[in-house]
């Protein structure tokens, strides 16, 4: 099983990114996807999920109508478009598959904001 995050880097406050996951060894359109991610000295936390059928989707309120998350599932990548991006979004970003008992995660990818 592999989860592979990339997409992340340094971008200036008010710009965007894109993080791309791309999984491996499972069956991904089983599975929710999520994205979490973890600053410096804080714990990690659900950024956004979305429903293994691509239906249902949370996102943290730190990030509504700012990031949006999205799956492909003949590719088997998940997406986060992060948008209007400000110092407070700073962390690693996590990509995680969950299902029935099985919770995958990536390496994470950093994504500073930053002048």
């Known amino acids: 099983v592999q989860l592979v995050e990339s997409g992340g880097g340094l971008v200036q406050p008010g710009g965007s990114l894109r993080l791309s996951c791309a999984a491996s060894?499972?069956?991904?359109?089983?599975?929710?996807m999520s994205w979490y991610r973890q600053a410096p000295e804080k714990e990690r936390e659900l950024v956004a999920r979305l429903s293994s059928g691509g239906d249902i989707v949370h996102y943290a309120d730190s990030v509504e109508g700012r990031f949006t998350i999205s799956r492909d599932n003949a590719k088997n990548t998940v997406y986060l478009q992060m948008n209007s991006l400000g110092p407070e979004d700073t962390a690693v970003y996590y990509c995680?598959?969950?299902?029935?008992?099985?919770?995958?995660w990536g390496q994470g990818t950093q994504v500073t904001v930053s002048s």
């Open positions: 060894g499972f069956t991904f359109r089983w599975y929710a």
């Open positions: 995680n598959a969950k299902s029935s008992g099985y919770d995958y």
